[in-house]
């Protein structure tokens, strides 16, 4: 059916108001669109397989006496100090009948390639400088790792997944003809989206769902396959999600959600962090009204609610308005209506009428706690963040109240410390709150004997706690205790060492400094599982343990850390010569590995460090 025919059929067509009928036009339409896109496809595949079946002919290169290349080497260049290692060759450009049209020659430096090894199969690692949270790998086998080794246990592996890939029935030609129905539903009989979706027809859902991105997301992230039955428009662009762009919560929703939530990182389409970004629940007024009008000092413009606090007409907004009021109400209840008119556009004095009418003040207010419940209980401040392996990092808390048991404070039942990016009141008594550390005259500050109380509790100084380290600036800082976050890495070269590939130093260090710091990807314990079947049998593993639940896995993304050796008390010849340590600190928020030096050491050294006792074993009983 041509766009022609279509738009004709649309002046005539009505949209159908009930359910049932809803239904029968949109199985009639996916049939329609299905059979028409199936007839297409047996033409272009026999076009497509027909065109590959023809010799193509290529023009006829001539091949000057015998030699298979148009270069040709015809001597050495004289004159260079390094003559032997220069040669001249010949080129000859052909014109499209195969004869030369003109021939140059050039001089080329030779270059002796040492034999090459082939690379190590499975073995490939992505170059990152963050680490990237990956949870756990799918649940769908990828391909069959050793599939030519018959050392390896293939049906132990293959009992870490649920499906393979290669048995998955998705059929990205569905995707087309679905996007191709709901279209011609919507344009040419006038259904919404919604209703569509709603039928349950459609192999796919238009819109997202929580967790599960929708047809008209999944279509923005892959080629669509220009078939000639399409009559979706180029320039067209299917609705994201049921937001609307003039709804003031709508666009906090949108923009929420494209970035992290995280306020130490704020990085849109984040790959380290694995909190979702919900619009925060809204606040409770915890300040009267009659308090907060009190504060204005002076009028914010001419007109402002101070010089005449009644309007004299009654302002009459319109719905999106109120909303978007609302919207910012909830955001930041106790905000003097001057600050809230200027986020609104709207002046103060009309502000102040809509907030008195939607929230007039309460006798008690919101933050009340319920009758009986005792505060020093629920308020109790315990932690238990100080040791990395026994904790692992929750997410920020974001509620009403005070951060403890009444307000499901996540920090509170993880006994964490809030952080920066929580969203409780800087005042909240579990807010980690920073060394008192002074910058040193000479030397460096925040350092373990010095009693930094961010040292103590193995968390990097934080640039917005920390001030008087002064660890904001790394310039002028003498904080010791920030290496990590301030990427201060040493010069390192990777190349062979005893133990396969191995992290050498190109400069000097100190003792306490960082030399890197150990990148890879968070991972949980089910991908360490699976993923270290493969590492054991590699007889090489990339896992740093980082807390409680994650570890840190560079076998498939890292930095140059990742081939650091081990040499320690655990080493086969007896001999102890680590000469670093690997620490995890918490830095802002989240864990993070640093390779320290525990001793001066001289550029060209190896870094060593102890892999501790369980490591070969572990290998071994594999
Ligand atoms: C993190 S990797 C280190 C990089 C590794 N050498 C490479 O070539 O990729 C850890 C692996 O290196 C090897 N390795 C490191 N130190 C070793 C040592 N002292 N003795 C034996 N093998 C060692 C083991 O195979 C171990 O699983």
Redesign the pocket.
Known sequence: MSLASIMQTNEQTLRPSDDSSIHKLVQTVFAEVLAEFSAWKVKYCKHFIRSLSHVTQSPRVPIPDGDSTRLHIVGKAGGSPDGDKEIMVAVTDYSEDGTPRSTSSISLQVVHAELLEPHRSYEYCTPISRNIFRGDDDDMMPFIPFADDPTFDHIDHTLCYGSFAWQDDYDPDLEVISLEAAYRLHAVHSLLYQDIDNTGILPFKLFSTPGKPGLFTLSRRRDLLRWNGTTIPCSYSFPSALLSHSILQHRLERTNALFCPNLNCVEPLCPVHVEMNPVPSPRKQTIRLSELLKRVKHPCEAGCFLQSMTAEVLPRWSEDAINSFKSIYHIEPDMIPCDHAELIFKPCHEVLYYRRLLYPDLDELQTARPNGEHKGKSRSLEFRDVDPLKFTPNDPCHHSGPCDVLSDCLCFKNKAHCQRNCRCPTKCARRWKGCRCAKARDGVSCVKFKRCSCVEARRECDPELCVKCGCRDPETSTCGNSQIQQGRFKELEVKE??????VFLLESVTQGELIVEYLGELIYELTFDSRGEV?DHL????VFGLDKTLSLD?SRAGNAS??????GAS???GETQYNCRAFARLVNGEHRIGIFAIMNIDPGAEILID?GPV??TE?KNA
Request: charged share 15%.
């Open positions: 060492s005893r133990w396969g590939i191995g590492a007889g090489r593993s990339y560079s990742r081939f650091i050796n081990h040499s080493d086969a010849s892999y490591f070969f290998q």
